[in-house]
Antibody
Framework: QVQLQESGPGLVKPSETLSLTCTVSGDSIGLFSWSWIRQPAGKGLEWIGRIYSGGSTNYNSSLKSRVTMSIEKSKNRFSLTLSSVTAADTAVYYC????????????WGQGTLVTVSS | SYELTQPPSVSVAPGQTATIPCGGDNIGRQSVHWYQQKPGQAPMLVVYDDSDRPSEIPERFSGSNSGNTATLTITRVEAGDEADYHCQVWDGTSVLFGGGTKLTVL
């Protein structure tokens, strides 16, 4: 079974850039597509974006102007950057494996809390 | 924009059947996936492609999808089923989640 682990700073200052990495183990990152999803405390899930093994991406239209995703197949990991963060970006951030055809998320990381505060 | 609508909460007694709806315009034309999320944990897939189950999920969990409503059904509900349940669709370029439903086992 694929395992995913998020890593990155837990505290980011307003107006700065949030950067997270998801390291994949148990299978090659080149076989699937991958997403970032976030969840503010007490609220629902919000999809941020998806990256394919070839590097093409789809982003949530509401975040598109601030989001960049990249993939490093040699290190079996992919990354998220979110620029110009505000308190509204405070959330638990999850990385997850996407089914290529139907888009369901079969495997998730444990999640990492990112707080935006000065 | 397309939206998925779930009731905030559903309550059921142990041993009874819980039904959790997910509404959306012509949602029956899309594949719907369901996730269970317990406090402090990542979501876990319980139903995909409307009605398929991962091998580790009990047969008590089932799904259906028709018209404007997809439904997650949990039979013989147990205390351990108490959790938030989220529906999700993928339209080829974008993922959408419902707002989530908290299942309370009385």
């Amino acid at each position: 079974q694929v395992q995913l682990q998020e890593s990155g700073p837990g505290l980011v200052k307003p107006s700065e850039t949030l950067s997270l990495t998801c390291t994949v183990s148990g299978d090659s990152i080149g076989l699937f597509s991958w997403s970032w999803i976030r969840q503010p405390a007490g609220k629902g899930l919000e999809w941020i974006g998806r990256i394919y093994s070839g590097g093409s991406t789809n982003y949530n239209s509401s975040l598109k102007s601030r989001v960049t995703m990249s993939i490093e197949k040699s290190k079996n990991r992919f990354s998220l950057t979110l620029s110009s963060v505000t308190a509204a970006d405070t959330a638990v951030y999850y990385c997850a494996r996407n089914d290529i055809l139907t888009g369901h998320f079969g495997d998730w990381g444990q999640g990492t809390l990112v707080t935006v505060s000065s | 924009s397309y939206e998925l609508t779930q009731p905030p909460s559903v309550s059921v007694a142990p041993g009874q059947t819980a039904t959790i709806p997910c509404g959306g315009d012509n949602i029956g034309r899309q594949s719907v996936h369901w996730y269970q999320q317990k406090p402090g944990q990542a979501p876990m897939l319980v139903v995909y492609d409307d009605s398929d189950r991962p091998s580790e999920i009990p047969e008590r969990f089932s799904g259906s999808n028709s018209g404007n409503t997809a439904t997650l059904t949990i039979t013989r509900v147990e205390a351990g089923d108490e959790a938030d349940y989220h529906c999700q669709v993928w339209d080829g370029t974008s993922v959408l989640f419902g707002g989530g439903t908290k299942l309370t086992v009385l």
